[in-house]
């Protein structure tokens, strides 16, 4: 079988090539470069340690090696998707978009195609039942990253393998250590991959700018303070809103009149909800329930997060709709809901919140 290993110069991916030799196989280890473009040229959200990294590893494990460039099909899809959606005041997700229209879309139709199976170091697993191939939750709850993976298709889940979604990151970073990785000890990265180095403010500012709006607290519509603009503030965000005698929370955005409103205190109503109504759902293997009118017990994420949130989805028209059994909080527009079976093991499909 022949297999394609992404692979970021992290601990995660980098034993991932590692458990394949283990396995047999004989992996071509990709390292995919995708940046910001700036007036400058690129800013390059891996840095050059990275591939010194992969390269490192791909002559321990005697691996072909490729550096391959997506800049400018990650700028077209994955930025410019960012950057409408938070004009449009809605919370965009970067990260899954990245895995279904560059790791498993674009990678695929370039090099991927060449191979059996594309090999990443997600925290998740595959589930074979009834002749069909299911995207299904990692081992270790706390790591993982079904949720980013939460848009993919049917086709693409066919084709991965996720050869550390059976282990727990202790064990992973042990394997590392003990295989003496350089990345045995690097710090797991955190946020968004093309900001890289790049503040998110920062990024959002170079390409909206700042427009000074008013920060009005919802029940009364007293006058708090003032910001830079809405798109800098996403519902359910605590800091960086230089209020007092708080903690206030973004609650909801007016975007015609550039006005964010904000609620105090950790257990305002305002900031949880129990519905959440979900448009242009995708299920990544198949419809399980056809046109179902009565509800069905799921459990749903509608951020990363370790736990799973219990709770019923309907339809209603062609949309989905969950309930859920306990309030949660900071329900974004944009953002994605997650649906999985009602034990939390396979990831069904998602829908964008609206």
């Given amino acids: 079988m022949e297999i394609a290993a ?29 940046g910001m473009e700036d007036k400058d040229g690129y800013i390059d959200c891996p ?16 691996c072909r090696f490729e550096v391959v460039s997506l800049h400018e ?3 077209e899809t994955v930025v410019k998707y960012t950057i409408d959606s938070v004009k449009r005041g809605l919370t965009p997700n970067p990260d899954m978009m990245c895995n279904k229209l560059i790791k498993f879309g674009v990678f695929e139709q370039k090099w991927g195609h060449l191979f059996d199976k594309i090999a990443t170091g997600h925290y998740a697993t595959t589930t074979e039942q ?12 706390v790591k993982d990253q079904t949720y980013f993976l939460g848009q993919i298709s049917y086709v693409q889940v066919s084709k991965l393998i996720f050869p550390i979604g059976h282990l727990l ?3 992973v970073r042990s394997i590392a250590t003990r295989e003496k990785l350089p990345s045995a000890q690097r710090r797991d990265s955190q946020g968004i991959c093309f900001l890289g180095k790049v503040n998110y403010n920062d990024f959002i500012e170079r390409y909206l700018g700042k427009k000074e709006g008013l920060i009005v607290e919802l029940e009364t519509g007293n006058i708090l303070g003032k910001h830079q603009g809405f798109w800098f503030h996403t519902i359910g965000q605590r800091k960086g809103l230089g209020l007092s005698g708080g903690p206030w929370f973004v609650i ?26 979900l448009q242009g759902f995708d299920f990544i293997t198949k419809d399980l329930w056809g046109d179902f009118n ?26 989905y709709r ?3 059994h306990a309030p949660i909080q900071g329900i974004a527009a944009g953002q994605f809901g997650v649906v999985y079976d009602k034990e939390s093991h396979l990831c069904l499909g998602s829908g964008m919140i609206i």
């Fill in 47 to 62: 840095s050059e340690e990275d591939i010194e990294i992969v390269t490192y590893i791909a002559k321990k494990y005697g």
């Fill in 73 to 75: 099909e990650y700028w």
């Fill in 169 to 171: 990151k202790s064990e």
């Fill in 6 to 34: 992404l692979v970021s110069g992290g601990v995660d991916s980098s034993v991932v090539v590692h458990q394949l030799k283990e396995m047999g196989y004989d992996p071509v280890i990709y390292y995919i470069r995708i």
């Fill in 322 to 324: 969950i309930h859920s």
């Fill in 294 to 319: 009565d509800e069905k017990e799921i459990t749903f994420k509608i951020r990363h997060t370790p736990e799973f949130t219990k709770g019923k989805i309907s339809r209603v028209g062609d949309m």
């Fill in 252 to 277: 909801k955005k007016d975007v015609n009149r550039n006005i964010v409103y904000v609620s105090k205190g950790y257990d305002t109503k305002h900031q949880y909800g129990e519905v959440i109504n």
């Fill in 130 to 141: 009834d002749g069909l191939t299911w995207l299904s939750t990692a081992r270790d709850h």
